[in-house]
Structure formats: C-alpha cells, structure tokens
C-alpha cells in the first residue's frame, strides 16, 4: 500500500473515558457517528460538552430494536460558602 493509506486514523476515537471530569466545550467522541448526544452535549460525530462536570454513558433502545449508546455530562454542583 503506496501513501499509507491503508492504515485507520488514529484521531477518530473517545477522547474522554466513563467518569472523568470535563470542561465546557472539550472534545468528547471525534468521528463516531454510533454514538449519540444526550445530556450537556452537543454535535453529531464530533461531540462536545455544554457544561462542567463528569461524562456518563446510557443506552437507549429505539422502536426498531436497536440499541443506541449516549454520551452524557452530569453537571458539576458548585457548593455555596
């Protein structure tokens, strides 16, 4: 294979794991599109989160028997001093 272009891209991937903290606006999932936005997400393929706090997964089964997975921000509760 002449060019290397046989090989898969390496940035289409999870960019953050079940979890972990995020930051607004920071890449989730780049070129996915069998995962969903849910919850403080937004985008197609490329998702990023809305809000602070930590990312979860859910699925979701659709009238047609598949399951879909989302990706979702639980939002960060600021504690009031």
């Given at each position: 294979?002449?060019g290397?272009?046989?090989?898969?891209?390496?940035?289409?991937?999870?960019?953050?794991?079940?979890?972990?903290?995020?930051?607004?606006g920071?890449?989730?999932a780049?070129?996915?599109p069998?995962y969903?936005?849910?919850e403080?997400v937004?985008?197609?393929?490329?998702?990023?989160?809305?809000?602070?706090?930590?990312?979860?997964?859910?699925?979701?089964?659709?009238?047609?028997g598949?399951?879909?997975?989302f990706l979702?921000?639980?939002?960060q509760?600021?504690?009031?001093?």
């Amino acid at each position: 294979m002449t060019g290397g272009f046989s090989r898969p891209k390496k940035d289409r991937m999870l960019k953050v794991s079940d979890g972990q903290s995020v930051k607004t606006g920071q890449l989730l999932a780049r070129g996915m599109p069998h995962y969903k936005a849910g919850e403080n997400v937004s985008g197609l393929s490329n998702m990023h989160a809305l809000c602070n706090g930590k990312l979860y997964f859910s699925k979701k089964k659709t009238s047609h028997g598949q399951v879909r997975t989302f990706l979702n921000v639980r939002p960060q509760v600021e504690k009031a001093s």
